[in-house]
């Protein structure tokens, strides 16, 4: 039996660089900003949250794997979820795609219960899975084509293989894929339905550098056509240039949650570094410092100033050193990376 294709009651987004297969007459939703159709909103949902999860726990036997999380997309963005092993990112992200139900809690995807709402949602999301549920025989344009078919609305099959690097390996089994084009394929088969909102699970694990970087161009292009896209990732610098909004979990919950420049900014001391003559007097630079700023020379003529380094901070350093007839070389500004503030929530210990 022929698969039905998923028609959903709204209108499926355009990605940029693809035709619209809705364009003639009666058919085009009413054009929003830059001519694109908007996203719909549906009764009784957060015009802000594409996913909204208040109190979720999810146990397996006596282990809360989720304990009380509370998370927001919002609608148009690229929100980043990370965390170590067994924080419960894995949990979270499968129970929004309607693979597991909580114990407790409110989930809310699209506005609706991704469990109980399972056949109304799935035709409007996008889901990327590590591994498994493919026949490994399955030729990997065989198996896009297949995807393709269960959307109204499909991306071109050949436009986007050719995008993602799989034309090449069209007719090779699944099983002799390497793992960089089975990651491709997964990506490819999560996206070509139109979806308005994906979840996307490690998108560049084990992809070369030339895949990684049109994978996240697809991400970015994703985003500027108003899809939601909700990435867990183990890379710190895919997330710090990727997502608008970044969920750090750790023990089933939150621990933090904002945009890069907001969780690496807050509550931070930044450190500037200069090197001039060795001896300085630091005790007369530090009085003409904000209180609570620290001086060091670590090395012979190499300069450390910690505290809230900003341009009135840096200014100040530099008329210093003019004063005194000090050639600061080297200037720099150190500030926290988004892998600081992983760490600092969640400790340096590894884990299984």
Avoid at 63 to 74: F, I, S, W
Avoid at 118 to 128: D, E, F, K, T
Avoid at 308 to 322: D, F, R, Y
Wanted: proline share 8%; with cysteine.
């Amino acid at each position: 039996m022929r698969p039905r294709p998923h028609r959903a009651a709204t209108a499926h987004p355009g990605f940029p660089g693809w035709p619209d297969p809705r364009r003639g007459p009666g058919r085009d939703p009413a054009p929003g900003p830059g001519g694109r159709a908007p996203l719909p909103r549906l009764p009784g949902m957060n015009n802000e949250s594409a996913v909204r999860v208040r109190g979720l726990v999810k146990r397996y036997g006596a282990k809360a794997a989720v304990d009380g999380l509370d998370l927001d997309v919002r609608s148009g963005t690229v929100t980043a979820v990370l965390g170590p092993n067994g924080a419960g990112k894995t949990t979270t992200v499968e129970t929004c795609e309607g693979y597991r139900r909580a114990d407790t809690g409110t989930v809310r995807v699209l506005g609706l219960d991704p469990a109980a709402d399972a056949a109304r949602l799935r035709p409007r999301i996008g889901v990327m899975l590590q591994s498994g549920g493919v026949y490994p025989g399955a030729r990997a344009d065989e198996m896009l084509r297949h995807m393709a078919k269960l959307h109204a609305h499909p991306l071109d099959v050949d436009t986007l293989a050719e995008r993602l690097g799989l034309g090449s390996c069209g007719r090779t089994p699944y099983r002799r894929l390497s793992g960089g084009q089975r990651q491709r394929l997964a990506l490819a088969m999560a996206v070509v339905g139109r979806p308005e909102l994906v979840f996307l699970d490690e998108p560049t694990a084990g992809l070369d550098p030339q895949a990684r970087r049109a994978t996240w161009n697809l991400v970015r292009e994703l985003r500027a056509d108003g899809v939601t896209v909700v990435l867990t990732t183990h890379f710190m610098d895919e997330a710090e240039a990727l997502a608008d909004d970044v969920a750090i979990l750790d023990g089933g919950r939150v621990a933090a949650q904002g945009s890069p420049e907001q969780l690496c900014r807050g509550g931070a001391e930044n450190t500037l570094r200069f090197t001039g003559r060795p001896g300085l007097d630091l005790g007369s630079l530090l009085k003409a410092l904000p209180d609570g700023t620290a001086a060091a020379e670590l090395t012979p003529g190499g300069y450390r100033i910690s505290g809230t380094v900003g341009p009135q901070l840096l200014a100040t350093v530099t008329s210093w050193c003019a004063q005194h007839g000090v050639m600061p070389d080297g200037i720099t500004v150190e500030r926290r990376t988004l892998e600081d503030v992983f760490l600092e929530l969640t400790g340096k210990e590894l884990r299984s």
